[in-house]
C-alpha cells in the first residue's frame, strides 16, 4: 500500500518536511560514498532553511507541552496503565528541555563555519561546488569516508532536539487516529468533518496496483478528493471507478 499524508495546517506541513529532510540526511550520513556526503550537505542546507523559521522552536515547545498535559489528563483511568503513562510523560519532557536548552535560532551556530558558508553559496549555482571554485571542499571530498561522517554529525547535532521532538510529536499524532474504508464514487469522496474536532493530518493508503494518485483538498469543515489515473507517459487523468481505500484522520 502507498501512504499519503496531507496535513491540515502549516504548522504541521513544516513537520512533515523536517521529518522528511531528517530521514534522508541520516540514510546519506549512513552511506560512505563521497557523492552522498555531498548531497548530505545539501539536504543539511535545506534543513537548516526551514528550522531556521523564528516561530518553529516555540511551535514544537508548545506543542510537547500540550501532549504532556493530554497525557496526564488520563491519569486515573483504570484502562491506561499510569507506568506507560509515566514514561511517554518522561520522554516529552526530556524532549522539551532538550529543545528548549537551545539558546538563539535553531542551527545558527553553523553561519559560523566559513567553510559550510563557502558551500552554501555555490550550491544553489549549477555546478558551482567544482575543484576550481572550491578547493577546499573538493580536498574534504576525498577525506576519509569516517572523518567525513564525524564531521557530518558534528555539524548535523544542533538539530538533534528538534529531530527527535518532531519524531515523537507526528508519532503520537498518527496515532491517534483510527483507519476507516471508504470509497470514492466515481472517483471522488467528498467527506464532512464533525463538528468541535480539529484535524490536523489525514492520511490515506491506495493499492499501487491501481495506479491511482489522489489529489487531496481539506479544510476545517470538508474533505475533498479526487482519485487521478496515472497514464504510461506520466499524465493524470480522472478516474471515474469507484474505488475502496484506506483512509486516517488524526486530530
Not at 140 to 147: V, Y
Request: net charge negative; with cysteine; hydrophobic share 40%.
Amino acid at each position: 500500500m502507498i501512504l499519503y499524508e496531507y496535513p491540515f495546517n502549516e504548522r504541521i506541513r513544516t513537520y512533515l518536511r523536517l521529518q522528511q529532510l531528517f530521514g534522508r540526511l541520516g540514510q546519506l550520513i549512513a552511506r560512505e560514498s563521497a557523492m552522498d556526503h555531498h548531497f548530505a550537505l545539501i539536504t543539511l542546507f535545506e534543513i537548516l532553511e526551514v528550522a531556521s523559521r523564528p516561530e518553529l522552536k516555540s511551535d514544537v515547545l508548545k506543542d510537547l507541552e500540550r501532549q504532556k498535559q493530554v497525557m496526564n489528563s488520563y491519569r486515573g483511568n483504570p484502562a491506561i496503565s499510569e507506568n506507560a503513562l509515566d514514561l511517554i510523560v518522561e520522554q516529552l519532557e526530556q524532549h522539551f528541555e532538550s529543545l528548549n536548552a537551545l539558546s538563539g535560532k535553531i542551527g545558527s551556530n553553523l553561519s559560523e563555519s566559513d567553510f559550510l558558508n563557502s558551500l552554501k553559496s555555490r550550491v544553489v549555482i549549477p555546478g558551482g561546488t567544482c575543484e576550481f571554485d572550491l578547493p577546499a571542499y573538493h580536498a574534504w571530498q576525498h577525506h576519509d569516508a569516517g572523518q567525513r561522517q564525524a564531521d557530518l554529525q558534528q555539524w548535523s547535532s544542533c538539530f538533534v532536539p528538534l529531530a527527535q521532538s518532531i519524531q515523537v510529536l507526528l508519532k503520537m499524532l498518527r496515532d491517534s487516529g483510527s483507519a476507516q474504508k471508504v470509497m470514492a464514487t466515481s472517483g471522488q469522496l467528498q467527506q464532512n468533518l464533525p463538528q468541535g474536532r480539529s484535524f490536523q493530518l489525514l492520511r490515506l493508503k491506495i493499492d499501487p496496483a491501481l495506479g491511482l494518485v489522489p489529489e487531496i483538498s481539506c479544510n476545517r469543515l470538508l474533505v475533498v478528493i479526487r482519485l487521478m489515473q496515472q497514464q504510461t507517459d506520466g499524465r493524470l487523468v480522472a478516474s471515474t471507478d469507484d474505488t475502496a481505500f484506506e483512509m486516517t484522520l488524526c486530530a
